[in-house]
């Protein structure tokens, strides 16, 4: 599974633009990825915070990710401009009948394929051996792009999930 990422994410964009990542409890279809993409082409392209425009990114990553990135180096995004991506994420959830506020579903590569598992069956996974501190793990808590490039997919156990549920040395 090629997990390239950072080759499609503007260069144009400060290190410290914020990132918000939405991830779907299953993979969407390339119809559904289409329509996606033209609403968050459409959101990102008339995002305002307090009537100022929003210098806005948004696109889907491995057909199952959303991602949102704000250059604050432009215009602060806060308040009213936040709920307004809150309504675009919620509009998206609804129409394609898929969770995407549900945090406690983490993501991992298993076998070259993103899987979900809940929250609470980490550690019998861990237990059971389906994942271990080598596991590609979606780290979808980080806020900026430069720690999007650099700890977005990450072994499981360089993580606060591994700090959480491996056995420390």
Known sequence: MNLSYSHLLPSDFSDDSRIWIYQSNRLFSIGEAMEIEKILDQFAGEWK???TPVKGFGTLFFGQFIILMADE????????STDSSVRTIKMIESS????LFERTNIAFVVKE???ILPLAQVQYAVEKGFIDENTLFFDNTIQTKKDFL???????GKSWLGKRFLPQN
């Open 73 to 80: 180096a432009q215009t602060g995004v806060s308040g009213c």
């Open 96 to 99: 394609m009948k898929v969770p």
């Open 150 to 156: 650099v700890n977005w997919i990450i072994p499981m």
């Open 113 to 115: 394929k993103i899987e």
């Open 49 to 51: 915070s307090h009537g």
